[in-house]
């Protein structure tokens, strides 16, 4: 699915099942607070904070999906193509960091280990 398909996608499922968008500060809400369950997910898994029972069950892929989602809600509510986006976005990288992170030493250390 590229994601034109998925913000078309997500625009139908609104229309069909979720009945309308949220609006836009209520979608910052959620999408705070699903960023939060990746948050909590990685710190158990990759970090040094043990699961909880009720963690468990929890599916960082999953999560990962949910803050897709809320995105995506919000880019088709305030008219953002996210592929044009994140087209500019990676321009505006590749010319601001064309050699930052090759100058990077703390990254250097990391994969010369």
């Known amino acids: 699915m590229t ?9 139908q499922w609104i229309q069909t099942t979720g009945v309308r968008y949220f609006n836009e500060l209520t ?7 699903e960023v939060g369950e ?3 997910i990685i710190a158990r898994q990759y970090g040094e904070q043990s699961f909880k ?20 809600c919000l880019a088709n509510q305030t008219g953002i193509n996210l592929t044009e986006a994140l087209q500019r976005n990676l321009e505006k990288k590749t010319q601001r960091d064309a050699t930052r992170h090759q100058d990077n030493e703390k990254l250097r ?5």
């Open 53 to 72: 029972p009720s963690d468990r069950d929890k599916v960082l892929a999953d999560e990962l999906a949910d803050v897709l989602f809320v995105v995506i």
């Open 109 to 113: 250390k990391k994969s010369e280990e």
């Open 27 to 33: 979608n910052l809400a959620m999408l705070t607070e």
């Open 3 to 11: 994601i034109e398909e998925a913000q078309q996608t997500v625009d």
């Open 38 to 40: 990746v948050a909590r």
